[in-house]
């Protein structure tokens, strides 16, 4: 069974950075893509980056590209974000799905199957 424990968040200053982890267990050897989807009330999930453990291809939302680096180690992926904006402030999920993910179809939200539990990052101005 795929679990994924999520771990990090905070407060901050703008400006300020932070890491987020997702340890994940239970592929058992299948290749996945995984990354973060993030939320504020009122508002539909966007994804934020996500990346295949396999081909180590990385994705990004234009809202968080030369400031958020995805990056694993074995069976950890970790999320490490720099020069953080009001605006990141969210509730931050770890997904991921069995398989790739493409360069069309990454953040499509209904592609990944299994989440973790959310971490709350928030930015002040």
């Known amino acids: 069974q795929v679990q994924l424990v999520g771990s990090g968040g905070g407060s901050v200053q703008a400006g300020g950075s932070l890491r987020l982890s997702c340890a994940a267990s239970?592929?058992?050897?299948?290749?996945?893509?995984m990354g973060w989807v993030r939320q504020t009330p009122g508002k539909e999930r966007e994804a934020v980056a996500s990346?295949?453990?396999?081909?180590?291809d990385r994705y990004y939302s234009d809202f968080v590209k030369g400031r958020f680096t995805i990056s694993r180690t074995q069976n950890t992926m970790y999320l490490q974000m720099d020069d953080l904006e009001p605006e990141d402030t969210a509730m931050y999920y770890c997904?991921?799905?069995?398989?790739?993910?493409?360069?069309?179809?990454?953040?499509?939200?209904?592609?990944?199957?299994?989440w973790g539990q959310g971490t709350q990052v928030t930015v002040s101005s």
């Open positions: 997904a991921a799905l069995l398989g790739y993910c493409y360069p069309g179809s990454w953040s499509r939200r209904d592609r990944y199957g299994y």
């Open positions: 239970g592929f058992s050897g299948r290749s996945y893509c």
């Open positions: 990346m295949n453990d396999v081909t180590y």
